[in-house]
């Protein structure tokens, strides 16, 4: 079965600080990988990964794909209040189908 | 351009009561997809429609969940009847071909007591 693991559950950290959020995945004909940010209920997009070791960045977070080990990894820099919500990470297999962690909760103390 | 659209809200029913969710995709969009997100999981596939008709439903509980979308724009997803065990937010997300980036509606959280 298509299984998507995330870590840390949950991660608390001061403003300002550096976050890297992990997520690995076992695979049936992997296609991609996408993270989604969570606040109240609806998941807003952030990025699309489906090339090894190619970084995708969007001003302070970026995020990267290891397809050898499985992988990939979130990156905040520079943390805000605003960064708090559930990060997911979901995998994209051979029908095309979204497979969902079960996220990262990441709350940043002002 | 608009976003996805979802109504209710939110929803409270009793349990053995029937609830109906409503969803309408980003104008263009020929897939849709309803999931369901219980407090502390990830949100899990129910049904994917590519237009109007049904790509995946293998993970719909069919005894009690429907969905339907006739004219391939508008979605609706019913319970009946519904079980504790169904309270959950649930999210319809669209997307314009089934490997393209889904982009979430706000969700409907429901509560079954």
């Known amino acids: 079965e298509d299984k998507v693991v995330q870590s840390p559950l949950s991660l608390v950290v001061h403003e300002g600080d550096t976050v890297t959020l992990n997520c690995s995945y076992e695979v049936t004909n992997f296609r991609s990988l996408l993270w989604y940010k969570q606040e109240k209920k609806a998941p807003t997009f952030l990025f699309m990964l489906?090339?090894?070791?190619i970084e995708k960045k969007s001003g302070r977070l970026s995020s990267i794909l290891d397809k050898k080990e499985l992988f990939s990894i979130l990156n905040i820099t520079a943390t805000q209040t605003g960064d708090s919500a559930i990060y997911l990470c979901a995998a994209r297999f051979g029908n095309e189908k979204l497979t969902f962690g079960t996220g990262t909760r990441l709350t940043i103390i002002p | 351009e608009a976003g996805v659209a979802q109504s209710p809200r939110y929803k409270i029913i009793e349990k053995r009561q029937s609830v109906a969710f409503w969803c309408n995709p980003i104008?263009?969009?020929?897939?849709l997809y309803w999931y369901q997100q219980i407090l502390g999981q990830g949100p899990k596939l129910l049904i994917q429609f590519q237009n109007n008709g049904v790509v995946d439903d293998s993970q719909l509980p069919k005894d009690r969940f429907s969905a339907e979308r006739l004219k391939g724009v508008d979605s609706t997803l019913k319970i009946q009847p519904a079980k504790l065990e169904d309270s959950a937010v649930y999210l319809c997300?669209?997307?314009?071909?089934?490997?393209?980036?889904?982009?979430f509606g706000p969700g409907t959280r429901l509560t079954v007591l």
């Open positions: 997300a669209s997307s314009r071909g089934g490997a393209d980036t889904q982009y």
């Open positions: 104008s263009g969009h020929a897939t």
């Open positions: 489906t090339s090894s070791g």
